[in-house]
Each structure stands twice: as structure tokens, then as C-alpha cells.
């Protein structure tokens, strides 16, 4: 028999540990946190929108987790700072999981897309993970002996290239790269694993024919989510995909707690795809 210590399932895969999930206020993010708190992880719900974080954070407090809502724009540098803080705060001066999330698509053909809009997405899918990668710097790189563990979570679009999204594509793509330096950097001395997931057909907001949703913008502006047609109608979508649906955000959540929990252990610098199948 393996002379390994038993997992802690009794109270959760990761019971005692702290996660800073970004766009969790929401979708696969949200669900990712409910998921998380249930393996006994305190979740950090990381976003914009300050009703719909606090309202997530609620909902996992009063089934018996431990969250908090911390409302700030992941493309600042002083609300990055404030995220990192407040987390350390919550996890009495440790912090062991960040799960880069949030993001959104602005969809054009290269030949129209605007600085604005390319600068945009860049900063919000590539500089923003990087830049609290950084600033939790000093809470990774500790040897306590403590797992610690990044999921930058990127999409198809980054792997194979999307017409009509130029950004979103080489955004998605950069963060693999992020992904395989940090594991490479941290790996080695201070035992962190990185890993990406790309995911493909998931039903969220962000995928769903636009009906009044809508993202914020860094300037304050509000850009439409979704685009013509979204999953509703399942069977246009299923054709290629091996498990013949579309995942839902619980699916996402799931495949992030495998890559974050003990059982990827000695899993680290990987893509690891969300989409149904090959």
C-alpha cells in the first residue's frame, strides 16, 4: 500500500486553502467558486460587477463556505493590488490558487479591427493574468510546503485560431505561453504548478445570442456579449463535437477543480482541452 497521507476528502480536496477566482461573479466563473468552496476551499470572487459578485459570495456563505466579493477592474494596477491584499487578508497571510477567468470576446475581421478594441482584449486576456501572477509573487513563491496552483483558462480560438477573432485568438494563445513560463519558473524551487484549459463550446452569457447583456469596458463603455445565434439551437453545434453537446459552466468548473486539486498533483505546463472531446 502507498505510504502517501490520505487526502482530505472528509472536508474537501482543498480544505485550508484560498482561491482568487477573476469574472466570478458569473458564469463559469461563478460556478467554479460554488465548486470550489464545496471541496472546502474560501473563494475570492473576483469582478466588476459589484451585485452580482457580492450576490455569488452570498450564496456560497449561506450553504456553509467561505467567500468574499472584492469589486475592482483586473486591467488597473491599484485594483490588482487591492485583489491580492484583501485575498491574503481572508486567507490569514496565505493565498494558494489563482484562477485567471475573466475576459470576453470582441469579435471583428482582422481588416476592422480598432487599436482600441485590439489594446482592449490584449490587456484584459494577457497583461491583466500576468500582472496578478506578479503581484502574488510572494505568496507562491514560499516553501511551506503548501500546493499552490494557477489555471489561466483560454479557449480553442487560442489553440486552432478563430475567423473574426484576431485578439481573442493570440490573447488565448499568449496565456498558454504564461502558462508554460510560470510552471518553468516557480516548478522547480517552490513546487507551483500552471496549467492552462481550454474550453470550447460552453453555454454562458458570453455564448448565448445577445438579450440586453453586456460587458463593461476598461473606459466604461458597454460592449454586447454573445453573438448571432449562440448555443440555443444545440444541433447546428454538436456535429463535430464527440460528446454531442454543449458544456455547461458546471462542466468548466469541474475540469479547473481536477487541474487545481490533488489529483493533477504532478501535473503542471499543460493545455488541457474543454471542448467535448478531440
Known amino acids: 500500500m502507498s505510504t502517501n497521507p490520505r487526502l482530505n476528502f472528509p472536508q474537501g480536496m482543498l480544505a485550508g486553502r484560498i482561491a482568487i477566482i477573476t469574472g466570478a461573479a458569473q458564469g463559469i466563473g461563478a ?11 474560501k473563494v475570492v470572487i ?8 457580492e450576490k455569488t459570495a452570498q ?25 491580492v491584499q484583501k485575498a491574503v487578508e481572508f486567507g490569514d497571510g496565505k493565498l494558494h490558487i489563482i484562477i485567471n477567468n475573466a ?4 469579435d471583428d475581421p482582422i481588416e476592422k479591427i480598432q487599436d482600441q478594441q485590439w489594446n482592449t482584449i490584449i490587456s484584459l486576456h494577457n497583461t491583466a ?20 496552483s494557477i489555471v489561466n483558462v483560454s479557449s480553442t480560438s487560442g489553440i486552432y485560431g ?19 513560463t510560470v510552471a518553468q519558473e516557480w516548478g522547480p524551487e517552490y513546487g507551483v504548478r500552471a496549467n492552462t484549459v481550454a474550453f470550447g463550446a460552453i453555454k454562458t452569457r458570453l455564448t448565448q445570442a445577445p438579450s440586453g447583456e453586456y460587458a ?22 454538436v456535429g463535430d463535437i464527440p460528446l454531442r453537446r454543449i458544456g455547461t ?17 504532478y501535473v503542471t505546463g499543460q493545455v488541457t482541452g474543454g471542448k467535448g472531446g478531440m
Not at 460556478?31 to 471541496?39: G, K, P, Q
Not at 473576483?46 to 459578485?53: E, H, T
Not at 459552466?249 to 498533483?265: H, K, N, Q, W, Y
Request: hydrophobic share 40%.
Open 249 to 265: 459552466p458546471t462542466d468548466a468548473g469541474l475540469a479547473i477543480l481536477a487541474m487545481v486539486s490533488p489529483l493533477f498533483s
Open 216 to 237: 463593461v469596458r476598461p473606459d466604461g463603455t458597454k460592449h454586447a456579449v454573445g453573438f448571432k445565434g449562440g448555443y440555443d439551437e444545440e444541433e447546428k453545434w
Open 103 to 106: 475576459g470576453y470576446a470582441w
Open 46 to 53: 473576483a469582478d466588476i460587477d459589484a451585485g452580482k459578485a
Open 162 to 180: 478563430n475567423a473574426g477573432q484576431a485578439s481573442y485568438a493570440l490573447a488565448k494563445a499568449g496565456l498558454v505561453g504564461l502558462t508554460k
Open 129 to 148: 493574468p500576468f500582472k496578478l501572477i506578479r503581484e502574488a509573487a510572494p505568496y507562491f513563491m514560499v516553501k511551506d510546503g503548501e500546493p499552490r
Open 59 to 83: 450564496a456560497i456563505n449561506s450553504e456553509g463556505g467561505a467567500a468574499i466579493s472584492v469589486v475592482g477592474d483586473i486591467t488597473k494596477n491599484e485594483d490588482i493590488s487591492n485583489l
Open 31 to 41: 460556478e467554479t467558486a460554488v465548486i470550489l468552496s464545496r471541496e472546502g476551499c
